[in-house]
Every structure is written in C-alpha cells, then in structure tokens.
C-alpha cells in the first residue's frame, strides 16, 4: 500500500482534479493499492477536502482520508507532549492559531528539544511559523529569555556560542574604550 500525503492550507478547487493524478500515478508506478491523505490546519478546508472525488464511473471515486484540527487532540500538557513529540508537533501544527496555541507550541518545544538536534530544530521552526503572529513573540521571549531551559546539546551549544562572542564583544569595547 502506498500513500499519498497532501498538505492543503487553502480551498483549490483545482487540487481536486490533480489529486486523482497523483493518486493513478502511484498506483501505476508502484502497482499497488493507495490512499490519499489530507492534512490541514483549518475546518473548513477539511470539510470541503473529505468530498468524494468522482471520476464518473460507477464506483469509481476515491474518499480521502483528512486529517484536520478535529481530529488531533490539543496537547498543552509537556509530559505528554514529551510521551508523543510527533503528535506534540501535529497539535501545535493545527492548533497553533488557536487561543490555546502558546501553550501547545510551548509543550510541542519541550517534547521536540528532547530529540536530535536536526529534528529539534526542524520542528521547533514549524511550530514557530504555526503560531498566530500575537503568540510568536511570547514564545520567543520565553525562549530568548533564559525562561525556558534548552534540552538539546544543539541549541545548547548555539546558545554558549553566542554568550562567548557576547563577552568577547564587550571585553574589545572596553578596551577600545579605556584605549580612547
């Protein structure tokens, strides 16, 4: 079985059509059963998304499958998140723009800080851009601050970088200055 993900952040009525394209084009290639999946952060997308696509042909119509904000639970508690970092990110992912979305992003930062350093950083960044531009800066701060203890040797490291050349820049000044 093969599978065929779509990320659809908007209503394309156009998409419809190109789904059924990708769909037979893997399961020609692959010669095997597929299924299309829908994923998107908004309601009404996925309603519109979860209708039958009909080729015409008796039978011959094809059901996505759509995964949207109804159907991934809100994850705003950290030892949960940290349980399920995937599904942490998947929350902060569809839930990000909502009234809970600083607390989702802060729980899905946990559950990711905790996994390498590329995957840390990958998902720390999409949680970021799924933020509504009101919570981005809260979470920022919050990570900017010295709030929030990074678990990652990635960011760890990054962080202990930028405090040396912090220190290194004000010893040159004041030698610069006391030169003067």
Excluded at 94 to 102: C, V
Excluded at 146 to 154: H, W
Aim: glycine residues 6%; hydrophobic residues 45%; contains cysteine.
């Amino acid at each position: 079985r093969a599978i065929v993900v779509e990320v659809q952040l908007a209503i394309d009525p156009d998409k419809r059509w190109s789904w059924w394209s990708y769909v037979a084009s893997v399961h020609t290639r692959h010669r095997c059963d597929v299924m299309l999946v829908v994923v998107t952060p908004r309601a009404s997308v996925a309603a519109w998304a979860r209708q039958p696509l009909s080729l015409g042909h008796p039978n011959g119509a094809i059901h996505p499958v759509v995964i949207g904000p109804g159907a991934v639970p809100v994850i705003k508690d950290e030892v949960e998140a940290i349980r399920a970092p995937e599904l942490a990110v998947l929350s902060a992912i569809m839930h990000g723009k909502s009234d809970d979305g600083a607390e989702v992003a802060r729980a899905a930062i946990t559950a990711a800080s905790r996994l390498d350093d590329q995957t840390a950083n990958l998902y720390t960044d999409i949680i970021l851009l799924s933020l509504r531009a009101s919570a981005r800066p809260i979470i920022e701060e919050l990570m900017a601050n010295g709030t929030y203890e990074y678990q990652s040797d990635f960011a760890k490291r990054y962080v202990a970088q930028g405090k040396a050349l912090g220190r290194a820049e004000g010893e040159a000044h004041g030698r610069a200055e006391g030169e003067a």
